[in-house]
């Protein structure tokens, strides 16, 4: 796992980023899953045929989510219990939606073992009917939503598909009709508005939106300018920013925020005075190799030793 991936499935594990990414999802931005009602899950899962009890050796799938939280929401006048996934992508991922499916698939797949399992350990399964029996599930038996939500990390434009039907081979509409569809739920940076960036609580909103104009220079200016939340960005989200991005700038870790703006500045500043400092030595060197001027005078102007300096005319970086 490569530290981009580290990065952001430590910040996305955070409750009230997730609670942030779902309440975007699904209540268009309004608090209605609490930070504090998150419960995380085990994420990996077994897939294997329904009802044959225990999967042999060798014949279970394994697969690995980024994360997997359970919550209990009102609906209505009823709570509704739902498993919500988040998969973090930093690159664009092809074939997105058989892999979201699956996951999804064997999620449910191991709600309906569960509940199998239990009508079989029940005093009460000679209740069952004989397809209820053999197929563990009774009709009364209900499954828990799964949603899955795709975050991407990356400032391009997510250009994989986005649903089963856009992987298909066949254009036949009859075909396609048949063809069951499946959609992936996504955030992506490029493709969120300035106002639909406000529905967002957490950090959650900066990451994104300084990913969205990393590569616009003009636009990440403006961005630093006006939003007052990046001068006191919480040290996780600096974090995704720096490793996403690839911006070199501080973070002193003992800190609780990072004022971004600051140090995007200080970054600024120092690679300017780098800049001056190689052109001055390249200038130095060149008077070196004309005639024009000593070692000795060149690397005193330089800061440097005399053999340092020689090194550097020799290594050809100048």
């Known amino acids: 796992m490569g530290q981009a991936d580290i990065v952001t499935k430590e910040y996305m594990r955070e409750p009230h980023v997730f609670a942030d990414a779902f309440n975007f999802l699904l209540y268009d931005g309004r608090q209605v899953i609490k930070p504090s009602e998150l419960k995380e899950l085990d994420t990996a899962e077994m897939m294997y045929i329904f009802g044959g009890g225990a999967p042999k050796r060798g014949t279970g799938v394994q697969k690995y989510r980024d994360i997997l939280k359970y919550v209990t929401v009102m609906s209505g006048a009823k709570a509704a219990y739902i498993l919500l996934g988040v998969e973090n992508q930093t690159d664009i991922h092809y074939a997105m939606p058989v892999k979201n499916m699956v996951y999804d698939a ?12 239990d009508h079989r350990n029940n005093s009460n399964k000679g209740t069952m009917s004989s397809a209820e029996f053999l197929s563990g599930f009774t009709r009364e038996d209900r499954l828990q939503p799964v949603i ?10 997510w250009d994989g598909p986005t649903s089963l039907h856009e992987m298909l081979a066949v254009q036949d509409d009859t075909i396609r009709r048949y063809a069951q569809d499946y959609r992936v739920h996504m955030l992506d940076p490029c493709r969120i508005s ?10 959650l909103r900066e990451v994104l939106n300084y990913i969205k104009y990393s590569k616009d220079e003009k636009g990440l200016a403006r961005l630093l300018e006006e939003d007052e939340r990046l001068k ?11 490793t996403i991005t690839h911006t070199d700038f501080a973070i002193d870790e003992k800190m609780e925020v990072v004022n971004v703006c600051q140090a995007v500045e200080d970054m600024m500043k120092t690679r300017e005075q780098k800049g001056r400092e190689l052109g001055q030595r390249d200038m130095l060197v060149q ?21 340092a300096f020689e090194r550097e005319m020799k290594s050809g970086k100048n």
């Open 106 to 117: 064997m999620q449910y797949a191991e709600q309906v073992s569960r509940i199998a399992s």
């Open 148 to 157: 899955t939500l795709v975050v991407h990390f990356g400032a391009d434009p």
């Open 194 to 203: 300035q106002n639909d960036f406000k529905k967002f609580a957490s950090s």
């Open 232 to 242: 006191k960005l919480e040290v996780e989200a600096a974090r995704v920013i720096e």
């Open 287 to 307: 008077l070196v190799r004309k005639g024009l001027l000593s070692v000795a005078d060149a690397a005193s102007e330089a800061g440097l030793s005399c053999e």
